[in-house]
């Protein structure tokens, strides 16, 4: 995942600031899953559920910076360029509505209380779910980047 998001910011990055900005936003989220994915203890400590609450923060924060900006981008791109760009971003919206759905159910998990060994444990399990829709969803998101985007890339830097 993490040579994926690399590879992403090669291929489109200074094409835009926002789009930059989100790369960067999205490889700071796979660090700290990463990170948490990785820990050998997994019982309930100040420390841990401080990193759960940190990876919730900017998973958040990433999943937002997508809907309202960057997508919200891309489909003022497509409209202006009507070169069947809505009609693509009208297939792919509801895989990543649904994405979004299972990341804000796994913040929603982390309501401030102290959990237990088991409800870690159980979130845990879910994090590893939750690995392969973020792989999954960075997968649409390059895909839309590069049909909605990239392929307007030159109309629109020439137009800034």
């Not at 779910?129 to 909605?148: K, P, Q, T, W, Y």
């Amino acid at each position: 995942m993490l040579e994926n998001c690399r590879n992403a910011r090669e291929r489109w990055g200074g094409v835009s600031e926002l789009i930059d900005r989100w790369l960067k936003e999205r490889q700071e989220l796979l660090v700290h899953y990463c990170d948490l994915s990785g820990q050998d203890d997994r019982t309930p400590s100040e420390a841990l559920m401080a990193k759960f609450v940190r990876f919730c923060e900017v998973l958040v924060d990433y999943v937002s910076a997508g809907h309202f900006e960057v997508y919200e981008q891309l489909i003022r791109e497509a409209k202006e360029f009507n070169d069947g760009g809505l009609e693509l971003a009208a297939k792919v919206y509801p895989r990543l509505a649904e994405n979004t759905e299972i990341a804000l159910d796994f913040n929603d998990r982390l309501d401030g209380r102290a959990l237990s060994g088991d409800e870690v444990k159980s979130l845990f399990d879910e994090l590893s779910n939750l690995g392969e829709v973020l792989e999954s969803r960075f997968e649409i998101e390059d895909f839309l980047i590069e049909h909605l985007h990239n392929v307007h890339a030159d109309k629109v830097l020439s137009s800034v």
